[in-house]
């Protein structure tokens, strides 16, 4: 197990190249998993310490990207390589805030999945029903609905403030967002949160008495899962671009 991982993790690297790839193979996984939508939803990293970052030209499916079609934008949005047939308003609002005011963020993923939405529009929000959830237990945060995000200063200051220094978001009646310092941490905090929220979703209809674990409990799950591991996300990662490689690397070009 340890030599099959190994090749692919030294690839893992803060470097042009290697992030790109890293993020083009994060669109086509969500694309194989069917949680895409369309052209309307994207992902972005940034190279550590820089104010530059990448994300997919918009128009594109996410089966189409590719490391080298990826755009690098700057916080501002402004497009400082690759093309694109439309401006991608929402999409640099929404990546340039979180990265303006999270130093410490260096991977955007905003999807818009039906389970996602339909928790974002539960007066509840995200509830501590499975063990999936207890990576979000007191570390969710919430941003109300303000139709698209097109504004910079106020839309996306308030976004950015709302998120706080979380790792992830649900934005009310919009869906999902999460992040991390690297590509894998922002896909297992997603898969994490999708996965609470189909449950949730397939909970509560069931007309059953649910139980939720006592606070103590869920208090020290939450940490638990989050310390499973010191580098979250990169074992599952591997695996993943280990299946992808298998299928189709074409992403690599």
Known sequence: MKTAIAPIAIQIRNNEKNLRIQLAAAYRILADLKMDDLTYTHLSARLPGSDTYFIYPFGLLFE????SNLLKVSLEGEVLEGSESQYNQTGYVIHGSIYKNRPDIN???????????AVSAMDCGLLPLSQF???FYNQIAYHAYDSLALDNERQGEKLAHDLGQKKAMLLRNHGTLTCGATVHE??????????ACRVQCATL??????????????????????????DFGIRDWTALLRKLDRSDPSYKD
Not at 187 to 194: C, I, K, N, R, V
């Open 133 to 135: 959830s207890f990576h």
């Open 186 to 195: 922002a896909y297992l905090y997603m898969h994490f949160l999708e996965q």
């Open 205 to 230: 209809p069931s007309h059953q008495q649910i139980i939720m674990p006592p606070h103590k409990v869920c208090e020290q799950a939450a940490r638990d899962v989050r310390n499973f591991e010191p």
């Open 64 to 67: 189409e990207v590719t490391a």
């Open 107 to 117: 991977a955007v993923f905003h999807l818009h999945t039906v389970a996602g939405i």
